[in-house]
């Protein structure tokens, strides 16, 4: 196939298949390579993109798909139908970013972060086709798995799940911050309440600790009353197990408030300890953060004297060659006087030998 053809047979695939198409069949109908079929699928996109035509080519995940460009979308309902909006609650869109960022997540695991049901929400989802099961999961029940979809890809304008947003580091402290106070306002009001109860059983145990003294004096009147009080100490015999009965009901929840309490004190001391061990990981994480600046700051600066040293090291050793050869000039010039001393002895010695 020519190589002019390319990106008319890219054109017309994603034209008539109407969705995304993956790379690997892009490549297939013009006989490439992959990469070929990328940049073929790219030119293309530049183009309608730089003439601003009325459709567009968007990446989703390593696909391809052809679609109407988002600024001509007012013109296109005024001749068409117009589409169901669908509005995603706040409900819908908390349990969406659940999927998202937890995929393949189960039912289960989102109610557990959530705190409350999710059927509906995840059933609405699956309708507007922004969540899809992709399996089960290989547990007891084998409950669905679900993730999210292509649609969702192009409802939020995401490239792929890569590019998903990360939550930034000063919010979540501030998020943490926040759970944690309200955590230790909770275990107080709870610890309140807890000694308000324990306060009321004392009331009934009082109570119940005097009707058993009443019921034992009416014991007692019925006693001197003889047969005509037979029915009355029934009664105040009744009345003093009734009594009784309360009081060790009374005991019993007493023991449990008091447990409960317990719990709760040793729970806030707890949660007051991870606050206390977190703000001093916080200040050890600082601490070690501004240690290390100093350390690269001082390796920098050993650096740069390594590097000064390094420098006059090299101009030494320039001057110690300088030197050697110098030295080796002067010992070169020395023999060359030595023989010319010699020779010039040569000379005198005849020269005094033919005054003779």
């Known amino acids: 196939m020519p ?59 390593k696909s391809y798909q052809m679609c109407t460009r988002i600024e001509y979308y007012e013109n296109l309902i005024r001749v068409a139908a117009t589409p169901k909006k669908h509005v995603l609650t706040d409900v819908m869109l908390e349990t969406l970013s659940i999927i998202a960022y937890k995929q393949p997540v189960t039912k289960l695991e989102i109610e557990k972060i959530r705190g409350v049901k999710s059927d509906h929400a995840v059933n609405r989802l699956i ?50 911050s926040q759970v944690e106070k309200e955590l230790n306002g909770a275990m107080e009001k709870i610890s309140a309440t807890s000694e308000e109860i324990s306060k009321i ?33 029934v009664v105040a015999d009744e009345v003093r197990n009734l009594a009784s009965k309360s009081d060790e009901a009374a005991k019993a929840t007493k023991e449990l408030i008091e447990s409960s309490i317990t719990a709760v004190r040793e729970g806030g001391e707890a949660v007051g300890k991870v606050t206390a061990s977190l703000e001093r990981t916080s200040e050890l994480a600082g601490h070690v953060t501004s240690q290390m600046e100093i350390v690269v700051s001082a390796v920098e600066n050993q650096t740069s004297a390594i590097k000064q040293v ?47």
């Open 3 to 61: 190589k002019k053809h390319w990106e008319h047979v890219v054109e017309a695939v994603l034209f008539s298949m109407g969705q995304s198409v993956e790379l690997r069949q892009l490549a297939a109908a013009i006989g490439e390579s992959e990469e070929t079929a990328a940049l073929v699928t790219e030119n293309l996109k530049k183009k309608y993109d730089r003439e601003k035509r009325g459709i567009q080519i968007i990446e989703l995940d």
């Open 127 to 176: 309708e507007y086709s922004l969540v899809h099961e992709v399996g089960r999961l290989d547990a007891p029940g084998r409950p669905a798995l679900f993730a999210t979809t292509e649609e969702f890809l192009r409802r939020f304008g995401i490239g792929s799940m890569e590019n998903l947003p990360a939550m930034d580091p000063v919010q979540a402290e501030e998020i943490k």
């Open 201 to 233: 059983i004392s009331a009934i145990e009082n109570i119940a600790f005097q009707t058993n003294i009443l019921a034992l004096n009416a014991a007692v009147e019925a006693a001197r009353a003889g047969t005509a009080g037979k029915g009355f100490a």
């Open 310 to 356: 390094t420098m006059g090291v090299d101009q030494i050793s320039n001057v110690v060659q300088t030197n050697s050869a110098t030295a080796q000039d002067s010992a070169a010039a020395s023999e060359e006087l030595s023989a010319e001393a010699a020779s010039l002895k040569l000379l005198v010695e005849q020269f005094r030998l033919a005054g003779v």
